[in-house]
């Protein structure tokens, strides 16, 4: 039976402005931590199939499956892989570079990288203004959803976002702070891009990235946790120069 060629319906995911700035003192350690959300403003959710293989046993590998208009679907291999992450208050399997964020230094070079693992992906809120959304399908908990929850020797999971449904973490949860420590006074950009390397399919990728210009100060001395203010909210890296 030939392939059909029904258009595909592919996920958009939106990545949501850095929020909720915090910093946190750990160990002597200045963390820097912050909200982070990506949303499916697409045509079809993003649907992620994972399998345990023979020659990573140690690891989940994913592929991508897309619905078509007339009800088919077309699978696409190898965007990802998933490992399984042990935290005090949880237990699951995250999705590998999901997502990426990066303190900026004025001109764009790299001053920080971030601290994050993974991801589990689901349908963790709903978008407003999106009309008519359907009902979530990945929510944590339901129908298998839950990134293997306490099962570290599951052989396939599924996960994913729901169209008008978004992704997002609280600060300083899982690896959601840049360490600061030691960084110079001044302006920077912070950046959070989903789905960096562009591995997973989507309608287009303009809106994958969101950032926010910032000062971080040090009124207490180098001791003390820093300050930091936000100078301006920027819907892509390339609306907030750190000049």
Same mark, same amino acid.
């Given at each position: ?38 949303? &499916? ?25 897309? !619905? ?5 679907? #077309?699978? %696409? ?6 490992? *399984? ?12 570079? *999901?997502?990426? %964020? ?32 359907? !009902?979530?399908? *990945?929510?944590?908990?339901? &129908? ?8 570290? /020797? /599951? &052989? ?12 997002? *973490? ?8 840049? /360490? ?13 891009? #989903? ?9 287009? %990728?303009?809106?994958? /990235? ?17 300050? #930091? ?12 120069? !750190?000049?």
């Amino acid at each position: 039976m030939a392939q059909s060629q029904a258009p595909e319906q592919l996920p958009d995911l939106d990545e949501e402005t850095p929020s909720r700035l915090t910093v946190r003192a750990d160990g002597g350690r200045f963390r820097l931590g912050f909200r982070s959300g990506s949303v &499916n403003v697409g045509k079809g959710p993003l649907f992620i199939k994972a399998r345990r293989e023979v020659r990573d046993p140690r690891r989940l590998h994913a592929e991508q499956v897309v !619905a078509r208009s007339d009800g088919s679907t #077309v699978t %696409y291999p190898n965007v990802g892989k998933l490992t *399984y992450e042990r935290f005090k208050d949880h237990q699951h399997w995250h999705m590998l570079g *999901y997502a990426r %964020y990066e303190l900026r230094k004025p001109g764009g070079a790299l001053a920080r990288p971030d601290l994050k693992q993974g991801f589990c992906l689901a349908d963790s809120f709903r978008r407003r203004g999106i009309p008519n959304p359907p !009902a979530r399908v *990945y929510e944590v908990g339901h &129908n298998d959803t839950d990134c293997g929850k306490r099962r570290p /020797d /599951d &052989n396939y999971l599924e996960e994913g976002i729901s169209v008008g449904w978004g992704d997002d *973490y609280d600060p300083h949860l899982e690896g959601q702070q840049i /360490d600061v420590t030691g960084l110079a006074a001044g302006v920077y950009v912070l950046v959070h891009r #989903v789905n960096p390397e562009r591995r997973l399919r989507e309608l287009r %990728y303009d809106n994958n /990235d969101a950032s926010v210009r910032l000062r971080l100060s040090w009124p207490g001395g180098r001791g003390a946790p820093p300050r #930091v203010r936000i100078l301006r909210h920027c819907p892509s890296r390339a609306s907030c120069p !750190a000049r």
